[in-house]
């Protein structure tokens, strides 16, 4: 399958905190510049924010999902990279989903 796309720019701080997600996870993902209000992110957002996330067929807006999202999916590819020894503690995805 296609490494997944973050859309956004660089100089975003909602970027750049999905992008340290996907550097922290070991994601193998490809960032994509753009302006602000570029058709890329028109088309999935509708006031045109970033970043968005592209992987395959499916489209997702907003750091806080993106980020959500990108730990639930992608955490087998990245669990070899993971510490060893350390305990997954499930209330660190609880965690997420109250703020």
């Given at each position: 399958m296609a490494r997944p796309e973050i859309i956004g720019s660089s100089r975003?701080?909602?970027?750049?905190?999905?992008?340290?997600?996907?550097?922290?996870?070991?994601?193998?993902?490809?960032?994509?510049e753009v302006e602000l209000g570029a058709p890329e992110i028109c088309a999935v957002h509708p006031f045109g924010k970033m970043p968005v996330l592209r992987h395959g067929d499916f489209q997702v807006c907003g750091s806080k999902?993106?980020?959500?999202?990108?730990?639930?999916?992608?955490?087998?590819?990245?669990?070899?990279?993971?510490?060893?020894?350390?305990?997954?503690?499930?209330?660190?995805?609880?965690l997420l989903s109250t703020r």
């Open positions: 975003s701080s909602y970027t750049r905190v999905v992008c340290m997600v996907g550097e922290e996870k070991g994601i193998d993902y490809v960032l994509t999902a993106i980020a959500t999202i990108s730990i639930a999916v992608f955490r087998a590819r990245s669990s070899s990279q993971s510490i060893r020894g350390l305990p997954r503690l499930p209330s660190n995805e609880s």
